[in-house]
């Protein structure tokens, strides 16, 4: 069975570009780049010098060593948090000022450092998600020692001001990290112009290989490392480098600042194709997150009445995720749709579209028309549906029926 | 490559496709209605008793697909049954009907369970406030 | 140029039998294994459980769940050491013994340790680097919470009695960590019968890909994670899984463990072939590390009046390692050979031969020739020598002549 | 496949493969020896000066292959100076003549040039010692 996979944002394929360059570092150039007493050491050094530009280029970052590798995005939110605020534990106060609808990476790494005596701020966002700039500035003081605010988010595809973020945090004197991970390759982003100090990466959210991710680092910026251990990159991560997964990273760097402009235009049409057509096809429905400042290849929609996971089944064929807390082992559902007051029996009925490189117009039809039958099905059996029918109101939403306002 | 079925028997799909007894009873005499939008399942269950035998059963329900195979498997088991038989049937039962399912979803059976207590209760209501006591 | 490659305790080439196996996770099994909506997450898990299955399985972990996937080694043991400590912050004092020979992935952790008031402890080890176990005993007590001893070492390659340290550990009731990169696939490890409770894995050390480690943890053991975010690995370890390194590091375990016993065998034929023809060629050498506790690939040897760098480019052709400082960034000779007292000037005369699959007689029979006329060109031209042979002592060195005491 | 000599200038290497003017100078009036073996390197350098001029120029090096190489070229170029010449050849011209040296080996180039000075003040030491003070 061949399935259509919508589901961009979880993790992408493999581009076969990347794969080829990483063919060299799994097969006959095996060293360490450590090793500096053979050539195959320098091979190793020398392919990872060159992945190390080409990341450092993707960001606009003034000089590859800004660059530090780590083993993911996962890995680099951590570095970011742990590493300021480790190096200013002398400071007896902290503060990190944050969003609500950060990644779990960023979420959980600031909750860790609570427990060190952290304090950690959420600045307001509206009911899209954007932070609001205001509450932001108000929310720093003497004691901040971080701001850290996504790029763009991985369930609502909203975009943040970064650049007036930036100017907030240069303004304050107060280092800013952004999780880049779902805009790189979708959305341009330059830590210079945007006043960047630290910026994480993953490989496999842009076509290049699981496991290996970056953080951009400032130069002059010091963090205290998380993980010790002979003084490898730039003495913030250390541990034997993944070569191959490096290479790749580097090589889908430079394919995502390649196709950054036809691809992102290519998504958008894709992506506006699916909207239309649901907002045309299908009554009762809600698009969760900014109807503009989105990314092009994201669609977050709540489809009234009927629950996720059997909408997804409806689907069959189509990969998707969705903010249903029974498509989650913890049987909650999505923290980021309750944090921009989507109301849960909403949120259960929400599913995540992320294109990709892989989708057509083709696929978008296919999906329509799934879509279109399963909803149609799933509220003939729901109970929601006929109180709807029936004027009770189920919790105090609003369902559009009309166009999104562009 | 795998399915995203996968997590499911074959029966639950069977039912989850071909839901048996969708709707509301006409003439009704018994209606369970369990579970919490906000919660994201919600199941009614109507039941029509005639001589204590549970002569028509109808479910409508939003929920996962476990939800939805689970309410259709429960009004299958429930007609024709006596009200004692009905009150016996476990949500393991009905699991085990459907050829098991998944961990985190067994909160729907149990959720199928207690739509069909509620309507015989509803039923019980609606007899003895209609006839006079026993 | 064809290099003959003799550097595998730094790295290892990727077995083409493990690409082979990793190939779909390369292609078009891309899913996150988190993805519990869909096919392709549903494959992705699939594939992570057998690996995990079998990586289990290489240490005699009792259940796959027990092992938890890394970065690497350095991350690893990273997450043993300060999973530990942080687990146990409750407590006053604190203390870890281990060796002053471990890996700087160890000894940097514990160094980081110190800072957050973790007291160090180091057990003594004789000039082989064997740890003593009276000692060990000795600076064990009620505020132990941790012993972590290596396995084996990457340098000298003495293996340490493991069994003996997981009873003492056993008896004192003090989790014990062993750090058994060097040692998978060359020598018997069982985490059950050697009473470990938590035991680190690198796949590049043999023959699996770079970028991919494991750390066996003891069920019930409480680990305070150093990299949060969505509660991956049982709530130890987060981020998205790194599915094709997993199935690597699965299928380099399966290997290790099916060819342990003629691998190891073919090894220390080789290796005996080698020591046996430098003891008999060349004068004035020593081997460092054990005589006959070692690992059965890795020969360390101290060959007076000469610097290590320069007799490695008279191996032309060949990838060695040496303790050398010439050949590190940081100008100084290698520290675990000062911890076994080798005096200065030996160590930086010392080369590091890490055999492996790739290796022949031919190999070693063209590696004693090139150490032959090297030494005896460099001697010719080393000041050392002449002092030497003009009776004056360089410093109180013995250097044997006499084949090793077996 | 880069080679592992690559960290080197084919100079360097052409010196350490055949290294110029190795052994020590028969009747020699200047000695030098700079290093400490506990650190990795030692030089040794012998000269033969004749009515202030340079006319042999020898070495033995305990060190890496750039040691080698600085030590081999320092010979080279003091042969046939005058002490006054000798005394402004710099670790730097050593470097240069060298095509360059990787940056953590520059510290050699150091060691050649001190291991010249000191076999000059050895001979001048030596001249002072023998013949009556001007
Ligand atoms: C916004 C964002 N940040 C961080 C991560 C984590 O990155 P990784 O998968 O490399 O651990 C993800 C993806 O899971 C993400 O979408
Ligand atoms: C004994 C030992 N422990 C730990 C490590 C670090 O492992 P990794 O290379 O996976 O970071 C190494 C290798 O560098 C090692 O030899």
């Not at chain 1, 650049?163 to 304050?172: P, Q, S």
């Not at chain 1, 992102?264 to 699916?274: A, Q």
């Not at chain 1, 669609?299 to 409806?314: D, K, P, Q, R, T």
Request: aromatic letters at 4%; one cysteine or more.
């Amino acid at each position: 069975m061949n399935l259509i996979y919508m589901d961009h944002h979880a993790t992408t394929p493999l581009d076969a570009e990347v794969l080829a360059a990483m063919m060299p570092a799994l097969t006959s150039e095996y060293g360490n780049p450590s090793s500096n007493t053979h050539a195959y050491g320098h091979a190793a050094r020398y392919m990872v010098d060159s992945a190390r530009a080409q990341v450092a280029q993707l960001v606009g970052a003034p000089r590859p060593d800004d660059i530090i590798f780590t083993s993911g995005a996962t890995e680099a939110d951590n570095l970011a948090l742990k590493g300021i605020a480790h190096a200013k534990d002398y400071m007896p106060a902290r503060n990190i000022v944050t969003l609500a609808i950060e990644h779990k990476a960023v979420l959980d790494a600031a909750r860790r450092l609570q427990k060190e005596n952290v304090e950690i701020r959420f600045a307001a966002i509206d009911p899209y998600g954007v932070v609001d700039l205001d509450d932001l500035a108000a929310k720093i003081d003497k004691n901040t020692i971080l701001i850290s605010i996504q790029t763009a988010n991985s369930e609502i595809g909203t975009i943040q001001p970064i650049r007036e973020i930036g100017v907030i945090a240069k303004k304050h004197g107060v280092p800013f990290h952004t999780d880049a991970v779902q805009a790189l390759g979708r959305y341009e982003i330059d830590v210079m112009r945007d006043h960047i100090d630290m910026l994480s990466i993953s490989a496999h959210k842009m076509y290049g290989p699981k496991g290996i991710g970056a953080l951009y680092v400032r130069r002059g910026l010091k963090l205290t490392p998380i993980i010790d251990g002979g003084g490898h990159e730039r003495n913030m991560r250390s541990g034997t480098l993944n070569v191959p997964g490096i290479v790749g990273l580097g090589k889908a760097a430079e394919i995502a600042k390649r196709d950054l402009k036809s691809e992102s235009e290519r998504l958008l049409k894709l992506r506006n194709r699916l909207e239309d057509g649901i907002l045309r096809r299908i009554e009762h429905v809600r698009i969760n997150g900014h109807p503009t400042n989105r990314l092009p290849n994201n669609l977050n929609v709540a489809f009234a009445y009927v629950e996720g996971e059997s909408l997804i089944l409806a689907c069959r064929g189509v990969a998707l995720s969705s903010g249903s807390a029974c498509t989650s082992t913890s049987l909650q559902s999505s923290y980021v749709l309750k944090a921009i007051n989507v109301p849960d029996f909403l949120a259960h009925g929400s599913l995540r579209f992320g294109l990709g490189k892989s989708n057509s117009e083709e696929h978008v039809d296919i999906v329509l028309d799934l879509l279109e039958k399963g909803v149609r099905r799933l509220r003939e059996m729901s109970p929601l549906y006929d109180m709807a029918k029936e004027g009770v109101s189920i919790e105090s939403a609003h369902f559009s029926r009309h166009a999104r306002g562009k | 490559m795998m399915d995203a079925w996968d997590d499911y028997s074959e029966k639950v799909m069977d039912h989850y496709e071909n839901p048996r007894n969708v709707g509301i009873v006409e003439k009704a005499n018994g209606t369970g209605v369990v579970g919490n939008p906000a919660c994201g399942d919600v199941m009614k269950l109507t039941i029509r008793v005639e001589n204590d035998i549970i002569v028509d059963a109808k479910f409508k329900t939003f929920g996962c697909g476990a939800a939805i195979a689970t309410s259709s498997m429960v009004t299958e088991m429930v007609k024709g049954k006596s009200l004692a038989d009905a009150l016996e049937i476990s949500n393991r039962g009905v699991m085990e009907a459907l050829g098991g399912l998944p961990k985190v979803k067994r909160h729907c059976s149990v959720l199928a369970e207690e739509a069909l207590k509620a309507a015989i209760a509803d039923y019980e209501k609606n007899r003895r406030d209609i006839s006079p006591a026993a």
